[in-house]
């Protein structure tokens, strides 16, 4: 007879167990969070930070170890994104207690560099009481909040390896830090007044006006009074002002040359946003996320200066990132502009001398600390679309942002000119970089040029070929073919569609893609923007369908004057001249009549299917826009001006396999003439090029349907694609990874990892 085992004296029996967690486990106080567990568990071990993730050894009888195993994820801080967890017995030791140990250096950077997160309520409470020794205090920050990535030097995430390794800590910090029971125990941003960072507030020449908690009040009471401040953030500095006052933010847009571009608003709380912007859950969500970002509303009263966000109906706004922001607010008691403090063209200021000389004719005062900033980083955007959070710039709290790719060589993917932001893959993992701006200044060369050293250094690696867009005068085109390290090139569009694979998992599959945006170098030379594919395994692209083709003519010009886009079209979609002088009036002092003989005269030149041009013509058309002053100004101001109850649409049927624009531009000229109301056509021009994308598609009904480029930023056009596609499981739409060009490196890294599977897979048959 077998003997019946006594499970509860194998309860009792001693195991010890090596748990590795790998994903975003570092700055979130996961160690913290361990320790207290096995101290209530009464397991003992050990717990570290590695340069692969996190790793755990625990030690205590079979019951204690399987109710620890089973309680550590929901232990865990909220920010914690676990991708893997790997446990493996281990013999047992004869300690006593459950210690947080020093940081083992070992092997790659598998885990996820930590991002910024926004102050954390317990900070603020402690903060603004009267009875707390950090009271005023608003540089502190604690085990899960705080700025990560903009101050750490190296990984893994110690203080040791962050711009606070030389603020010593007083006894109060250093009692706090090693008290299991402290909210700050293990903390390795942990400050205060005593110990930390200082503010001070000075003038255009540098005199101090104000230290401590004296600078946010005396800040306060010059942006009162009609002051620009530069305060310096967790990323860089930024431009604040009264967004109540037309002159002030006129004043502001003038300094900074920014003359229509929308600025954001900081807000103090989420019922003071509900003030200035209809706010439903998901946007109230994103609002109070710990990433902090900008978000995109539909303004809804009057109180915000119209000089904020000009002929537009949205609003960017934002939260306190920080205690410093939160003071701000809370002592000014207005909304404020908030807005990246640079030089128009000019990367983003961090640094306090180069911001206190570089922003002299933009601010009066400077709100500077003293808590060095390693890397820059800007406010991330997002806008909520069909219920969807889709970032529209990948910045802090955001940013890197890890992709999910397997493993491949170490490369480095450049993206494109505009909104330009990286990708890489250290061997072990992936992810895409924070936006770094427009190249076209040197000072911007030489922060991509930077950033991707930076990389390099963070995640230990050599890259060992890189991966650009195929238009040969990029700057990062240029750039990438100039190492000595192989360079391969991806189609702009086609990595827009991978993009949006990689986002939803299907680089493995077929799928139906429409990339549609302003611009990119196509195969035919030409410039595309209104692009339909099929792609094969995240590897290979047909180009099956297109927007019908026009001229481009001017170069870069036709992006800031409109209704050169509404010549060319009309030209090819009217017969005759009469329409000359209706055109030439409608665009008071542009010299609509040379221009219409100039092009006509003109038969070599470059032909476009660029859908942001499309929307500049009839943005023209109906809103009479003779000049705008940043790309995607036309487009935004005719989404704004929408009918939303308009069900109406124009033709625009698949011809060739090209989308024929021209009997939709004919009838929109006719409605215009006839003086149909601006919002209704716009409303009945978005919804045909909804059924236009809807009709193409289903020509290809057993793949998804990825969207992609910045045309997909619309949250008009994209909803209605949303509400009327017949199978909504199919339609797969941005998120995480911008669709415009902040996302482009993304996809070109999918795009070569991809591809790099594929020849290894071949190599082996």
Not at 306 to 318: D, K, N, R, S
Not at 428 to 453: M, W, Y
Not at 746 to 757: D, K, T
Request: charge should be neutral; charged fraction near 20%.
């Amino acid at each position: 007879m077998s003997q019946l085992i006594d499970m509860s004296v194998v309860a009792q029996e001693t195991a010890a167990v090596c748990i590795r967690l790998a994903g975003c486990v570092q700055g979130a106080g996961v160690r913290p969070a361990v320790a207290r567990l096995a101290n209530s568990l009464g397991v003992t071990g050990c717990v570290r930070n590695a340069l692969g993730g996190l790793v755990i050894e625990a030690q205590g009888t079979v019951d204690q170890i399987s109710r620890f195993r089973q309680s550590l994820p929901t232990s865990l801080p909220s920010s914690t994104t676990i991708t893997e967890i790997d446990v493996t017995t281990i013999d047992s030791t004869d300690r006593t207690t459950f210690d947080i140990e020093r940081t083992l250096f070992l092997g790659q950077v598998s885990t996820q560099v930590p991002r910024d997160t926004a102050v954390c309520d317990d900070c603020l409470r402690e903060m603004r009481d009267r009875r707390d020794r950090r009271y005023l205090y608003p540089l502190s920050s604690c085990a899960t909040c705080g700025p990560r990535y903009s101050l750490i030097r190296e990984m893994a995430f110690d203080r040791e390896h962050t711009t606070l390794s030389g603020f010593d800590l007083c006894d109060a910090c250093q009692q706090e830090y090693g008290s299991p029971s402290d909210r700050r125990y293990h903390a390795q941003t942990i400050t205060c007044s005593k110990c930390g960072p200082q503010t001070w507030l000075t003038d255009s020449v540098g005199r101090q006006l104000g230290a401590g908690p004296n600078a946010v009040t005396e800040a306060a009471r010059q942006i009162l009074e009609g002051k620009i401040l530069a305060m310096r953030g967790i990323g860089g500095y930024q431009l604040l002002c009264d967004a109540t006052s037309e002159v002030i933010v006129e004043r502001l847009r003038r300094r900074k040359a920014r003359l229509a571009k929308p600025f954001a608003v900081l807000v103090g709380t989420l019922a003071e946003a509900r003030r200035h912007a209809c706010i439903d859950s998901t946007e109230a969500e994103a609002l109070l996320d710990p990433s902090n970002p900008i978000v995109l509303l539909r303004a809804c009263s009057n109180d915000i200066a119209v000089a904020v966000h000009p002929g537009l109906e949205t609003l960017g706004i934002l939260l306190p990132s920080s205690g410093l922001h939160a003071r701000l607010c809370e002592s000014v008691g207005r909304p404020l502009v908030c807005t990246s403090a640079n030089r128009e063209g000019e990367p983003l200021e961090y640094e306090v001398q180069a911001a206190q000389t570089n922003l002299v004719d933009i601010a009066d005062v400077w709100l500077h600390h003293d808590r060095p900033i390693v890397r820059p980083i800007d406010d991330s955007v997002v806008r909520v679309i069909a219920d969807r959070r889709v970032t529209i710039r990948l910045g802090r709290g955001l940013a890197p942002l890890p992709l999910s790719l397997p493993l491949a060589k170490p490369q480095v993917a450049v993206g494109g000119h505009m909104k330009s932001a990286v990708a890489w893959h250290n061997g072990s993992q992936a992810a895409l970089g924070p936006h770094i701006g427009d190249l076209n200044t040197v000072a911007c060369r030489e922060r991509f040029e930077k950033q991707v050293a930076d990389v390099e250094a963070l995640y230990r690696f050599v890259s060992s070929t890189t991966v650009h867009d195929s238009h040969p005068d990029y700057f990062t085109t240029r750039w990438a073919q100039g190492l000595s390290l192989p360079s391969s090139r991806v189609q702009h569009h086609f990595a827009h569609i991978a993009a949006g694979m990689l986002e939803h998992g299907l680089l493995d599959r077929d799928a139906f893609g429409v990339s549609w945006d302003g611009t990119g170098f196509g195969d035919d030379g030409n410039i595309w923007g209104g692009e339909f594919f099929t792609i094969r395994s995240g590897t290979e692209y047909s180009r099956v369908a297109h927007l019908r083709p026009f001229p481009w003519f001017g170069g870069e010009t036709m992006v800031y004057q409109p209704w050169r886009s509404a010549v060319l079209m009309l030209n090819e979609s009217l017969v005759g001249d009469e329409w000359i002088d209706r055109a030439a009036s409608l665009w008071q002092e542009q010299t609509v009549v040379p221009f219409v003989r100039l092009t006509r005269r003109t038969e070599d030149c470059v032909r476009s299917t660029s859908v942001g041009r499309l929307f500049d013509a009839v943005a023209a058309i109906v809103l009479g826009l003779e000049v705008v002053h940043y790309e995607g100004q036309a487009a935004m101001m005719l989404e704004a001006v929408a009918s939303p109850t308009s069900q109406r649409h124009y033709p625009l049927s698949l011809v060739d396999r090209q989308l024929d624009w021209r009997p939709m531009l004919r009838q929109i000229w006719m409605d215009q003439e006839m003086g149909l109301l601006p919002g209704e056509i716009s409303a009945k021009f978005h919804r045909s090029l909804a059924i236009g994308i809807l009709n193409v598609a289903s020509l290809y009904p057993h793949f998804p349907i990825v969207l992609g480029g910045g045309v997909f930023q619309n949250k008009l056009l994209t909803e209605m694609i949303a509400e009327m596609v017949s199978d909504p499981k199919r339609l797969k739409l941005p998120g995480s990874i911008p669709p415009n060009d902040g996302g482009l490196a993304a996809g070109q890294l999918a795009i070569s990892v991809m591809r790099e599977q594929r020849r290894l897979r071949h190599s082996h048959t």
